[in-house]
């Protein structure tokens, strides 16, 4: 089996390899509910992260618990998941300074589905100021400790040091891998890409990045195909629902870059070495290109959009999101003024648990056809 | 002592008439624009049936989105205090009632007085209820009468899987233009209002026994899917659509 | 506990009444003119840290937030409101928080900023304390808007050292920003005096709820949501202090002759969440059926108060009562940073569903709430987290509670027929009766 099949079969078992992971290290699993997190110290701490995620399939069974009309239906999907007790096999739930859509799953789940372990980490919301590091910093001693304390052992330096080399690594190779998408010719799609960073979420970060070696040398024997179709910007909140993505591509849009919770925005920033570790890796965090919650007060997003645009030529935006998501429907206005600017079309597509397939279809068509056109 | 009972709905307008242990007559007719009208077409059609004069009707509770409009001299009361007291009459075991109408579910258990313990129902959103139904119909090109007999006949499993009205409609035009059975696809809208339903019991703390009331309780698949769905039984009365009006001729007599 | 029969009702004194609509038109004023006047202004969902804005002298905020719904549903109507929010969402904000979309429709219509006497104001920043992350975005659509520096001052919700360390430092730092961007030079007896006042003030208020422990409440919730007016944005100047104690001690009057808030009090109830601000008449719908609002998390809200081990709310202790004088710069500083983080408080998860949880339930013990009424705005993760788990809890306490759906912003997310029939049908469960009809009628009281 290739490493591609591999890959896929991760995304279509997403909690296979963290169960067999346990039953071979004797290891524990925790469940993250954002990419903004310090994954090389629970890296270093032996743990297992893997990213909490909905099925895609409409629920009601948690109607009892999340305000439908309140929350998004990645949230209320993420819960129904626990619900029905399919992340029995993790220790441990985090939560990390992400929306309160994310904070709703966190509680709910510490209180209706027990745990081992929950932590919450306040990060800062605004990365931008001064004192954001410092304050950061000491929240990750504070969760070291509480780490330590529930696994009654030490992180020590060495851990950490091999944690973030196995992440930076991982990170290179994510950058490589996703460098080949804007050639013109190239060996792997969009869906490909989407189920690569998808599935680094959920095994162990030095098993993909063997995954991702093999692959690049499987691209580097290949001279790709060329891809036509207008060249897309993918932007948006969390979203693991892969039939989309292969919606997109089979209705003929080239997917060249992406920015979105699940998808590259995880993989984003390497961690620049700093005597104080806890440092180094609050720096990352910190200076990574920032979720819509967090980019205050000045707009930094656009300036990274700009850099994207330019590299990956791109020729138009699809932005979705989950329906109630208030950090990227605050920041839409905003990027579509942008992006209005640089003369580059955008199209805002909403989502809920499923993909609604014939409204998509008509204005992803018509939007690429006018793409197309111009 | 005789009362009526009038429930407004969005759809259709329902009259009874009560005495102290039966349905004397009933009568369902298209609500309309003109609501005083067609109260006074229901209300007629239900003295008519019952051989008795509007004189002889003590009281009158009215209920539903227009039961405040109807003309009459009538006293109004909100439609889960009818489905409650409807229910609890026409069963007295009833402790638990789940109701389906055009635009709104509701789900509510009650105790022995026939007072509302627990409630929830649909939030603002239709999906899932009477006019979701008749949309998918129409889409299917059946009369709604017909969408449980389609389904009866279904052979294969499809799942509608959105949870908005306007999203599930996309949906069916796709299965449709992709070659699905009609059958299945009316099972399948069968089943997620079923299972809209579900969810709203699930919210309570049920108890035995279940009510199944509401002009979309004469469906019997989603009936039987809904008794899958919580795995227990339910009673569908043999007028489903009349409770709450039969609840308001209660309200109002025992007010 | 259940109070029976009817009380004697008198209205609030007319010196009360006249206070506070005189530093409600004061506050109004400035909003306008302060900048006319060479003081500072600023635009911002902003009712935390004033005393530093009152550092530099009159200020005006003459768009305050969520406050502001009020302020277009008493100018504009709910139709004129509906205008706002149906602007911005042609801007592209949908779905979004009701009153976000409300507050920015009314900058984008450019009615935020038009002074009564018709001159027109330009906010010097935009100024964003801690709030939900939508207010915090909200702010930075504003500054987008209006081309303005953005000042945001976040404060985790978790009570530790590091928090109260952070805070302090933007607090501090915030004062040369403003400094820096504009021409507005910062004077610390000023800034010493606001916090005083702010302190007092809030403290005050938290004395007021626990008068309205007696049988019956000296005071309705529909006139606590005016009297507190001065509270919500002018805490921190001496007039909104004096007149806070001026209102406490007429409270205490009441409660020593039995002077009631509401005509009756068959059942005591409490309003979770924030009601729609736009319909504040809902509050006086239990006096319908006998009944009355008492308590709220948003009843409490600005007022200060501590907790006790097992989750008693009481109220704050004024910095007099504490021994505490504030002689300097970094004093006043140090006591907005413990308002937000109590010491005692310290490391304890008194922002946690389950203490929140606990403080309600205590609350409904204390104030002797029979039910509670559940407002579930649509489109607000924030003021609905956890909620649905509350009521839950609520419910298994064997306290009588029940929702309605609206949206605390928006009138388009408002079914009056819906609305009524869940207030009926918990009314009825209730072994309440109709015994009035207010008509609509939105009396804030009794003048």
């Known amino acids: 089996m290739n490493a591609l099949d591999k890959i896929h079969d991760i995304v279509n078992s997403p909690h296979q390899f963290a169960q067999d992971w346990k039953l071979k290290t004797g290891g524990k699993v925790i469940g993250i509910l954002c990419s903004n997190l310090p994954e090389e110290l629970i890296y270093a701490a032996g743990i297992l992260p893997v990213r909490l995620l909905g099925a895609n399939e409409p629920e009601n069974i948690t109607r009892s618990y999340i305000f439908q009309s309140g929350f998004c239906s990645f949230a209320r999907d993420c819960f129904a998941q626990a619900l029905q007790g399919r992340y029995k096999y993790i220790d441990g739930i985090i939560f990390s300074q992400c ?78 891998i996703y460098g080949t998408l804007k050639a013109e010719n190239s060996s792997l799609s969009e869906v490909d890409l989407a189920e690569i960073a998808l599935a680094g979420m959920l095994i162990d970060r030095s098993e993909h990045n063997l995954l991702l070696e093999e692959i690049l040398k499987q691209i580097s024997k290949s001279t790709g195909s060329a891809r036509t179709g207008p060249r897309l910007m993918l932007l948006g909140s969390v979203n693991n629902n892969m039939e989309l993505i292969r919606f997109i591509d089979s209705l003929g849009g080239r997917v060249v870059v992406d920015d979105y919770c699940t998808g590259y925005r995880y993989y984003q920033t390497e961690v620049v070495p700093e005597e104080n570790r806890l440092a180094a890796i609050a720096g990352r965090l910190i200076n990574k290109p920032p979720c819509p919650l967090h980019d205050l007060p000045e707009r930094r997003r656009v300036s990274y959009y700009a850099k994207l645009v330019e590299e990956c030529k791109v020729a138009g935006v699809i932005y979705t999101m989950q329906r109630q998501c208030d950090a990227h429907g605050l920041d839409y206005p905003a990027v579509e003024t942008f992006f209005k600017t640089k003369g580059i079309p955008i199209l805002k597509l909403e989502l809920d648990y499923t993909v609604p397939v014939g409204q998509f279809r008509t204005r992803i068509e018509a939007f690429l056809e006018m793409l197309t056109a111009t | ?31 309309g624009w003109e609501t005083p009208s067609s109260v006074r077409t229901a209300f007629n059609q239900a003295l008519k049936e019952a051989g008795v004069e509007e004189k002889s009707i003590t009281y009158i509770g009215t209920t539903g989105m227009g039961g405040k409009n109807t003309g009459l001299e009538a006293q109004y009361f909100t439609d889960s205090i009818c489905n409650a007291k409807g229910a609890l009459w026409s069963f007295p075991k009833a402790r638990t009632v ?41 889409i299917l090109e059946l009369n709604i009468g017909d969408i449980s007999r389609a389904a009866l006949l279904s052979r294969n499993k499809t799942t509608i899987n959105s949870t ?51 002009g979309v309780a004469q469906n019997a698949v989603i009936a039987d899917s809904l008794k899958s769905g919580i795995g227990q039984e339910i009673i569908v009365p043999q007028e489903p659509r009349l409770i709450t009006a039969i609840g308001a001729a209660r309200a109002a007599l025992t007010k | 506990m259940t109070t029976k029969g009817d009380f004697e009702t008198r209205s ?122 939508a207010q915090y975005k909200g702010g930075q659509i504003c500054a987008d808007l209006l081309g303005l520096p953005l000042l945001v001052i976040e404060a985790p919700f978790k009570n530790t050292a590091n928090s109260r360390s952070y805070l302090y430092s933007q607090l501090a730092e915030a004062i040369e920003w403003i400094e820096k961007h504009t021409r507005h030079k910062f004077n610390d007896e000023l800034f010493i005096e606001a916090t005083r006042h702010d302190i007092h003030s809030r403290v005050m208020w938290a004395k007021i709820c626990e008068l309205m422990k007696a049988i019956p409440a000296p005071m309705s919730y529909r006139q606590a949501m005016s009297l507190r007016l001065p509270l919500v944005a002018y805490a921190y100047s001496k007039g909104t202090a004096e007149y806070m104690e001026m209102l406490y001690h007429e409270m205490q009057e009441r409660v020593k002759n039995q002077i009631s808030g509401a005509p009756f009090e068959k059942k005591r109830l409490a309003h979770e969440g924030l009601h729609p601000l736009y319909r504040p008449d809902l509050l006086r719908w239990p006096e319908e059926y006998g009944a009355a609002f008492n308590q709220g998390e948003f009843m409490m809200a600005f007022g200060s108060f501590r907790y006790t081990s097992d989750g008693h709310r009481i109220p704050g202790q004024t910095l007099e009562e504490r021994g505490i004088e504030l002689k300097s710069r970094e004093d006043a500083l140090k006591a907005l940073v413990e308002q937000r983080y109590p010491l005692e408080e310290e490391n304890t998860d008194y922002d946690s569903p389950e203490w929140r949880t606990l403080h309600f339930l205590r609350m409904v013990e204390d104030w002797h709430i029979d039910g509670v009424m559940v407002h579930l705005a649509r489109r607000c993760a924030a003021l609905c987290l956890g909620i649905l788990t509350r009521i839950q809890d609520i419910r298994q306490a064997g306290i009588p509670v029940a929702t309605y759906e609206a949206s605390e912003g928006d009138p388009k997310e408002w079914n009056e027929s819906r609305v009524r029939e869940d207030f009926d049908r918990f009314f009825d469960s209730l072994g309440l009766k109709k015994i009035a009809s207010l008509d609509g009628g939105d009396s804030g009281a009794d003048e």
């Open chain 1, 99 to 176: 929306c309160p859509h994310a904070r709703e799953v966190f509680l709910d789940w510490k209180r209706h589905v027990p745990v081992n372990y929950s932590y919450e980490i306040t990060g800062p919301m605004s990365l931008q100021n001064t004192y954001a590091k410092g304050y950061l910093v000491r929240e990750l001693e504070e969760f070291q400790k509480s780490l330590e304390k529930w696994l009654g052992t030490q992180i020590d330096k060495k851990a950490i040091d091999k944690a973030i080399d196995i992440h930076n690594t991982n990170r290179r190779l994510m950058a490589q």
């Open chain 2, 164 to 214: 908005c009205t306007i999203f599930a409609e996309s949906e069916v035009i796709s299965l449709i233009n992709e070659g699905s059975d009609k059958n299945d696809v009316a099972r399948a809208v069968c089943d997620a209002v079923a299972l809209k339903a579900a969810g709203l019991l699930q919210e309570l703390k049920i108890e035995k026994e279940i009510i199944f009331i509401g």
């Open chain 2, 1 to 31: 002592m005789l009362s009526a009972g009038i429930d407004v709905g969005a759809e259709t307008t329902k009259a009874v008439v009560v005495d102290d242990r039966r349905v004397l007559a009933f009568s369902v007719v298209p609500s």
């Open chain 3, 12 to 133: 609030f004194s007319n010196e009360v009444w006249s206070r506070m609509k005189e530093l409600r038109r004061e506050r109004y004023k400035l909003s306008f003119e302060a900048q006319t006047k060479g003081g500072l202004c600023v635009t911002g969902f902003a009712w935390g840290y004033l005393p530093l804005l009152a550092g530099f002298g009159n200020f005006g905020n003459p768009s305050p937030g969520t406050d502001f719904t009020r302020i277009a549903r008493e100018g504009a109507g709910s139709e004129g409101l509906v205008k706002f929010v149906n602007l911005a969402e042609s801007r592209g904000l949908y779905p979004v928080c009701g009153a976000i979309a409300a507050h920015l429709g009314q900058v984008f219509a450019g009615t935020s900023f038009g002074g009564s006497t018709g001159n027109k104001i330009m906010p010097d920043f935009v100024f964003q304390p801690q709030g939900c992350h």
């Open chain 2, 98 to 138: 789940i109701d389906i109408g055009a635009e709104q579910s509701q789900a509510m258990t009650l105790d022995g007085e026939g007072r509302i313990v627990q409630y929830t129902r649909n939030d603002q959103c239709a999906a899932g209820a009477g006019a979701f139904l008749t949309e998918m119909a129409s």
